[in-house]
């Protein structure tokens, strides 16, 4: 079974929204191809429902929270937190007025949802980032970008960094290709693409972290998936033959949530442990980093999905392999196992 078109993982984690997009004024997302209406009660806990009133099918994103509950700006139909209608103007509240609700968790500065059978929503399973939790070491900068292609597009630009040198000029020079190291390998079901470039001039980007940057300094990019597409990717530079402690680190995350099998909620987050608690230099690095994303990766990812067509099957094409694409098909292969594994289950249950 491919991994696209709409089989998605269920039984796990996504993103539905950055903490501070959620508030009591309710907002409208497409997750997984459903439409789920985000809000926080007057209390301030977070609330996920089937974006549709059972009534009219008007969105309940166009209402307004009351308490714990949301009224739908139609009819007045009153949906509390678990789903189930608990006011109705027009007469009794019946029990088949409900909706679907679905559990959230609020960590990391993001809203996580679960599309999945509610029992197994264990929190214990969310991704680890522990990074975006060292304040007084780490700043992190973050954005979310609508990427009009299949995730798993967005999951194989991530991690196939060779493209950094021809596609980011402001990230690296193209004749840095050579002379880097390259390893990839699998544990459990997390892949890991390390390179390391060694004495190699500063890109502009690592310029910024640098008061008075050197000439040249040892790189690396590394980085991590996991399933279904969460990837954290380690960038820094040394100074040559420099502790990677003592160096600029530049860790980014990027977590990726499919709205349709067309569409990518991509949401990021680039820190640093430089120039920390300064928020002319926060605008700076966002900025850049957004400009990065949506102008270069964003734009031939695009392009690629229009090249493909209505297909979010990229592998029937049987495109070209270079050696940058093994740790991609690799978090491919996997991905699909684990859906497959996971329909089979499914429909072994009585
Ligand atoms: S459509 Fe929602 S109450 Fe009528
Ligand atoms: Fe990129």
């Excluded at 820094?236 to 402690?245: A, H, I, L, S």
Aim: glycine share 6%.
């Amino acid at each position: 079974m491919l991994a696209s078109n709409g089989n998605f993982l269920k039984d796990c984690w996504y993103v539905a929204a950055m903490s501070q997009e959620v508030s009591t004024k309710p907002l409208g997302r497409t997750l997984l191809e459903r439409a789920v209406v985000l809000f926080r009660t007057e209390e301030g806990a977070v609330v996920a429902l089937n974006d549709r009133c059972p009534h009219r099918f008007v969105p309940l994103s166009l209402g307004k929270v009351i308490g714990s509950s949301i009224q739908c700006t139609y009819h007045g139909l009153r949906f509390g937190p678990n789903g189930s209608c608990i006011h109705n103007p027009h007469g009794k509240v019946a029990q088949r007025l409900r909706i679907d609700a679905y559990p959230t968790i609020e960590r990391y500065g993001y809203i996580w949802i679960w599309f999945g059978d509610p029992s197994k929503s264990d929190p214990s399973t969310l991704p680890n980032m522990p990074l975006l939790e060292r304040e007084e070491e780490f700043t992190f900068v973050r954005g979310v970008l609508s990427v009009n292609a299949n995730y798993e597009l967005v999951t194989d630009n991530l991690l196939d960094l060779s493209h950094i040198e021809y596609l980011h000029p402001a990230l690296a020079r193209a004749e840095g290709v050579e002379g880097q190291k390259v390893e990839f390998f699998r544990e459990n079901d997390t892949v890991i693409a390390n390179r390391w470039k060694p004495n190699n001039s500063l890109s502009t980007f690592a310029r910024l972290f640098w008061d008075c940057p050197p000439s040249s300094g040892d790189g690396r990019a590394n980085i991590r998936w996991q399933p279904p597409a969460f990837l954290y990717l380690d960038i820094g530079v040394t100074e040559v033959g420099g502790k990677v402690e003592e160096g600029v680190c530049t860790p980014s995350i990027h977590l990726l949530t499919p709205a349709t099998p067309f569409r990518t909620h991509y949401f990021w987050a680039q820190g640093r442990n430089r120039r920390l608690n300064d928020s002319e230099f926060d605008r700076k690095l966002w900025e850049m980093t957004d400009r990065i994303f949506r102008t270069e990766d964003k734009l031939v990812i695009e392009a690629q999905q229009a090249s493909l067509g209505e297909s979010a099957d990229l592998l029937s094409m049987r495109p070209l392999l270079l050696e940058p694409d093994a740790p991609a098909m690799m978090a491919r292969r996997i991905l699909s196992q684990r859906i497959s594994a996971e329909a089979a289950a499914e429909s072994a249950e009585p």
